[in-house]
């Protein structure tokens, strides 16, 4: 986006395009189409943020939606589950290049990498409810702004800033009598229809949950919602999750995409409709929606006050210790992936408080930790590209299938 709309269009100069991501970081949910749906407000107002936003979304839908139904019709043969099997080595290693990148650029300071520890051992020792991590990250940062500002260094104007209109109670009062029964909407009447314990309920309220308290792009999303999705709900297994973050991967679109694979298999798999392929489908389309038609919400009611909210100290300071412990909940989500890639079998402690995954060792793949090995040489030391990365993946997953 930076090099299409700044450096060739020129539509936005330098300042204005930060300016506009800046907003975005402040927001939960998918960031990437958050940024898109905003230029293109800024651009065309509503009309251009929901041309922007929707088409941002649909070819990776598009994409998904095929590579869904594939999974799920022809997973089980012997050379699609080889690929597979090399794809999750390069999953690993996305997952901790991206930890690595994320934290040079967030952990800068002693307090910052503190968080991010306490925020690792909340949810891999603990297994403390992903929100929680976020809102007690974000008054840590409230809180230690006004004991010590010092602590934190607040974004800078940009004297070429998104033009600012005025909001008001009757603009906010449209947006949300448009906005929120578009949101809630779908989900209420399959409550209504189908009952609080239907699947295609419990997608509707668990997607719009993580669609609030999800900060920092991704990654983050992905460690809230893989842990759910698989070991509270039981919508798929722990392989299928990193499939489908291997299939997101070499798709067009947001990497967050991988949910809509989440709620296809959920559905398919405890739909309840005639035919499981046609419940996969309305799991996949309703996901997709309760994800991303909050950025729009978000986008459309801050956009009048974004200038307000990047100068309040205290919004800015729970802004850096959220992003530190995101730091903290992508290292979770890179262990969590390492053993269920490289272990065959993995247990649950449970002692005086602690809840820690364990693997048996005995259960260890020598060919799975090889792959994962080298693919974390070619990202993080050969600086491989991410497609040649995927594709020697798969291509090695596939002889080992031979081999085996």
């Not at 090399?86 to 650029?105: D, N, P, S, T, Y």
């Not at 974004?155 to 800033?161: F, G, V």
């Not at 974390?376 to 080992?400: D, F, M, P, Q, Y």
Request: charged share 10%.
């Amino acid at each position: 986006m930076h090099r299409i709309l700044v450096d060739e269009k020129r539509w936005f100069d330098e300042g204005r395009f930060l300016h506009a991501l800046s907003f975005c970081t402040l927001l939960p949910g998918p960031e990437a189409q958050q940024l898109a749906t905003y230029l293109g407000w800024c651009l065309h107002g509503t009309r251009g943020g929901l041309a922007a936003g929707i088409l941002f979304v649909l070819p990776g839908f598009a994409a998904i939606l095929a590579l869904s139904l594939v999974y799920t019709l022809f997973g089980e043969l012997p050379a699609v589950s080889a690929i597979f099997y090399g794809i999750k080595a390069a999953v690993l290693a996305l997952v901790l290049e991206a930890a690595l990148r994320i934290g040079r650029r967030v952990l800068t300071g002693r307090m910052q990498r503190v968080v991010a520890g306490l925020a690792f051992g909340a949810l891999f020792l603990f297994s403390v409810p992903f929100p929680l991590v976020v809102l007690a990250a974000g008054a840590l940062g409230a809180v230690a702004s006004a004991v010590s500002p010092g602590l934190f260094a607040l974004p800078p104007a940009e004297p070429t800033a998104a033009p600012v209109l005025r909001g008001g109670p009757a603009r906010t009062l449209r947006m949300l009598a448009v906005f929120l029964p578009l949101w809630l909407g779908p989900t209420a009447i399959c409550a209504l229809v189908r009952g609080p314990g239907d699947v295609f309920t419990q997608l509707g309220l668990f997607f719009s949950q993580a669609a609030v308290v999800t900060f920092g792009g991704a990654y983050a999303v992905l460690a809230y919602v893989a842990q759910r999705a698989v070991e509270t709900y039981g919508w798929l297994s722990a392989r299928e999750m990193l499939d489908g973050l291997g299939l997101a991967e070499t798709t067009p679109g947001p990497l967050i995409m991988v949910v809509q694979f989440v709620g296809f298999l959920a559905a398919y798999r405890h739909g309840d409709v005639s035919s499981p392929i046609v419940a996969g489908m309305i799991g996949s389309v309703l996901t997709t929606w309760v994800t991303f038609v909050p950025s729009f919400l978000w986008i459309f009611l801050g956009a009048p006050y974004v200038e307000r909210l990047r100068r309040e100290p205290k919004l800015a300071a729970a802004l850096q210790t959220i992003m530190a412990a995101v730091v903290g909940v992508i290292a979770n989500l890179a262990v969590w992936f390492a053993l269920h890639v490289v272990f065959a079998r993995v247990d649950v402690l449970r002692l005086a408080g602690l809840r820690v995954s364990v693997p048996d060792w005995t259960s260890l793949d020598p060919y799975a930790l090889a792959l994962s090995l080298a693919a974390c040489v070619a990202l993080l030391r050969l600086h491989a590209g991410l497609a040649a990365t995927l594709a020697g993946s798969a291509l090695a997953g596939l002889a080992i299938g031979l081999i085996r």
